[in-house]
């Protein structure tokens, strides 16, 4: 469970400096954003929906939850449950949703992963447009999700949406809501009455309801493992995706209602120490200090992006291995940048991890940084220097116009294995523009 879906204290640890209570959401169904663009109203919405839940026992919540999922969300959406180790009935309850419901996927964890990496596997797994990240302890009301999607598309710039409720930190918030459960449908919809078409900008949203688009994913990938169980791992992905160019706004017009830390008491975790000591590490993660009346976004939002700092793996571990699977997986995908990203992590982990040296040699060459290669590929000792690990150093060696090196690896290579595909084209070529007998421009060397 995210660390914002807990109830308000006045410990100050969940609290942000709302810098945008100015902005007029509730008086207008136009808003202007920080540069003075106005954003526009109502916007239809197509697109698939993947709805992440996460559950570790309670399973009387999660099929409240589910019950009013199915009863009010005409929407197109899949449903991904992820079972963190849970030891009553709720493996057999999912079970047979996915059995009945060809939109609902489950995933199941042998052991308490966390917030965090739970929802990195719904990412991984996720198919749609956009994915909403919902706590198993929430029961959704009529027309949550159109409303939270047309919140969404009045500019590309809105990245992140969360709606309000009765038990929630910060703006969302709303007090003394006066209500039952079995009266909450009509009070959402005099709420929404009330606040048709409102919406506010801030600088963070509770992650017990989040509305993500894809391409916020796309530049800034999941949630930071190294929170563990739960607490702050919304606030960072919050603060990424702002430094990343998004817009974080609340859908002030939809009500959800929230029992509230559920998981964290079906679990006996201790919420105040987890809260103190995820505290500490975002303090440390982004240099800011939370006071009494908590922290200013504002002093990390003006930061520029940076991919190593800002991307995070979609893993569901922080190991270096974990890091490095992941790496390949975005290498084969083309995304190079994050690809990186994830192996300078792997290798902060294990600087002296030899996939790790291989695969960033391999991106530099795929950007043409030859040189660069060269400097991953020469920390390796002689004695790991493979046939193939030989042949790209020829060609790193060959485009920076070391010929006699380039012509001693090929040379080396079919002295290991004399059938090394291209090798043996690749030393004839060398070989003649070491000796003037090929322009070295214009060879081509088999990569």
Known sequence: MSAGSGEPRGSGFRTVLETYDDVPGREARHEQLGDGTEIGS??????????????????????????????????????????NASTDRTPEYLSSLSATHNNVHVITNKKNLGFAAAVNQGIRRAAGDYVLLLNNDVLVTEGWLARMLACANRDDRIGLVGPVSNYVAGIQRVVDPGYSVANLDEYAAEHFRKYAGSVQRTARVIGFCMLIKR???????????????????????CLRAGVAG??????QDVFIHHYGSATFRGANLDYTKLMQQNAWRFEKKWNIKIGNNGYNPLTVLVRPFDPVLHYFPLVSEWSAHALLVEAVRLFGLSKVVESYATLVRALELEPDNRDGWHNMALIAMSQGDFAAALEWWRRFPETEMDAERLNLAGI?????????????????????????????????????????????GGARIVH
Do not use: W
């Not at 109502?42 to 009863?71: M, W």
């Not at 949630?223 to 607490?231: A, H, K, M, R």
């Open 396 to 440: 790193c060696y060959f485009q920076t116009g070391n010929l006699s090196e380039a012509v001693t690896c090929f040379q080396r290579v079919l002295e290991m294995d004399p059938t090394y595909p291209d090798a043996r084209e690749n030393l004839d070529i060398a070989f003649k523009a070491a000796n003037g007998l090929a322009p070295a």
């Open 215 to 237: 391409a916020v994913i796309d530049k800034i990938g999941g949630f930071d493992v190294t929170f563990g169980i739960g607490n702050f791992e919304d606030d960072d992905f």
């Open 42 to 83: 109502f916007r239809p919405s197509t697109g698939l929906v993947s709805i992440i839940i996460l559950c570790h026992n309670q399973l009387d919540y999660t099929a409240q939850c589910v019950e009013s999922i199915f009863k009010h969300t005409p929407e197109e959406i899949e449903l991904i449950f992820v079972d």
């Open 246 to 251: 998004f817009y974080v706004f609340i859908a």
